[in-house]
């Protein structure tokens, strides 16, 4: 269910919360642990009866918001890894700023290209096609599939693997499925593994 409003820079999302979602929220949470355990169930119960739900609010156009924060700031540091590219960000977000206002810093990159391998791949370890479209992240084959993938690549590569995942929201989903199912156990067996 998705909800809009008359602004067009604002969606309100109402997801349902499914129940490992719900008992990984509650794990999150800082309480004693039969209490997150409580937490847990009563939250797993509720998403699978289809009564559980969050609701997320997404800015798609940060401009209008971000120039009463620059009105009222002396400065505004912005650090990212991930903002390139630069120059459509700084139209959108500064497109009031002098020019002569505005510093921009930004490094190289710090990994030799020759240190570094793209790949895409189709199909995972057993032959199942690692079809990662929205409407199949959520299949648990699709998972174990990614899960034993990963494995195998932390098996052949001498030092770190850097995975980057869409949304953290998928990426606590991968990691709650394979915590349970022991692929992060395995994975953590054979790299160290930082999140």
């Given at each position: 269910?998705?909800?809009?409003?008359?602004?067009?820079d604002?969606?309100v999302?109402i997801q349902p919360t499914?129940?490992?979602a719900?008992?990984?929220?509650a794990?999150?949470e800082d309480k004693?642990p039969?209490?997150?355990?409580?937490?847990?169930a009563d939250q797993?119960?509720a998403?699978?009866?289809?009564?559980?739900?969050h609701m997320?609010?997404?800015?798609l156009?940060a401009a209008?918001h971000?120039?009463r924060?620059?009105?009222?700031?002396?400065?505004?540091?912005?650090?990212?890894g991930?903002?390139?590219?630069?120059?459509g960000?700084?139209?959108?977000l500064?497109p009031?700023?002098p020019?002569?206002?505005?510093?921009?810093?930004?490094?190289?990159h710090?990994?030799?290209a020759?240190?570094?391998?793209?790949?895409s791949i189709?199909?995972g370890?057993?032959?199942r096609t690692?079809?990662?479209r929205?409407?199949n992240?959520?299949?648990a084959?699709?998972?174990?599939?990614?899960?034993?993938?990963l494995?195998?690549?932390?098996?052949?590569v001498?030092e770190?693997?850097?995975?980057f995942a869409?949304?953290?929201g998928?990426?606590?989903?991968l990691?709650?499925?394979?915590s349970?199912?022991g692929?992060m156990m395995?994975?953590?067996?054979?790299?160290?593994?930082?999140r």
């Amino acid at each position: 269910l998705s909800l809009s409003f008359s602004d067009e820079d604002v969606r309100v999302i109402i997801q349902p919360t499914t129940a490992a979602a719900a008992a990984a929220a509650a794990a999150a949470e800082d309480k004693p642990p039969a209490a997150a355990n409580a937490i847990a169930a009563d939250q797993a119960s509720a998403a699978s009866a289809g009564r559980g739900s969050h609701m997320r609010y997404i800015l798609l156009n940060a401009a209008r918001h971000f120039g009463r924060l620059l009105a009222s700031a002396r400065s505004v540091v912005l650090v990212s890894g991930t903002l390139a590219p630069i120059d459509g960000l700084k139209a959108q977000l500064f497109p009031d700023l002098p020019a002569d206002r505005l510093l921009h810093f930004e490094c190289g990159h710090v990994v030799p290209a020759d240190q570094l391998l793209a790949v895409s791949i189709g199909r995972g370890p057993s032959g199942r096609t690692l079809n990662l479209r929205h409407e199949n992240r959520n299949d648990a084959a699709v998972i174990d599939e990614l899960g034993q993938l990963l494995l195998n690549i932390a098996a052949v590569v001498p030092e770190g693997v850097v995975v980057f995942a869409p949304s953290f929201g998928y990426l606590e989903q991968l990691v709650n499925r394979w915590s349970s199912s022991g692929v992060m156990m395995r994975l953590k067996q054979r790299k160290q593994v930082f999140r």
